[in-house]
């Protein structure tokens, strides 16, 4: 779709866009991959490969992909060139700050593809998101000690969200300097 786009729109594509392609379904042959994953922008590239597998021999792969996530700035996908990320090795400190930092529109998609959370909160919080009576701002806070604690030790994330709101919402000296 992209290409199509593209080129129906004047909209220069260039020869490495379409070999890179044909390098990663190469990739696919020489491995003889049974599954390949990727995000939903990979799917040319991915389907490429059952293509290449096929004129090769080789049994074509399955793909499964996966929806991208917003990053930070609320408008391209989460990338650590774009510095638009939160790093799963990052500190407690820095995940829920910079979870704090997401624009609202895009708590409820960080739940749903960042977490565990059960589907009847996601129902929750994406109602409460609608209603207009919940501050957003709670449901970052809840967001930012779950994917803390995801990655960091039990209670990491209570403790990020203590520190955040001292500093944050009481103005006080940062326990860390």
């Given at each position: 779709d992209d290409f199509t786009i593209r080129f129906k729109g004047g909209i220069p594509i260039s020869v490495h866009e379409l070999l890179y392609p044909l390098?990663?379904?190469y990739d696919s042959v020489a491995i003889r991959s049974d599954i390949e994953i990727?995000?939903?922008?990979q799917k040319?590239?991915?389907?490429?490969?059952r293509t290449i597998q096929e004129a090769y021999g080789v049994p074509a792969q399955c793909i499964l992909t996966l929806p991208l996530l917003t990053g930070l700035d609320g408008s391209n996908k989460m990338s650590k060139s774009l510095g638009n990320y939160i790093g799963i090795e990052e500190s407690p400190k820095e995940i829920f700050g910079k979870?704090?930092?997401i624009p609202d529109n895009l708590i409820h998609e960080y739940f749903l593809l960042a977490t565990e959370v059960p589907s009847a909160r996601l129902a929750e919080i994406k109602s409460a998101l609608g209603d207009g009576k919940t501050n957003p701002m709670l449901l970052k806070k809840e967001l930012g000690e779950i994917l803390v604690e995801m990655y960091h030790t039990a209670g990491s994330g209570k403790a990020a969200r203590?520190?955040?709101?001292r500093v944050f919402s009481q103005k006080q000296i940062p326990t860390d300097m």
């Open positions: 390098m990663q379904a990727g995000g939903t922008e040319f590239n991915l389907l490429a490969g979870t704090m930092s203590e520190e955040f709101e």
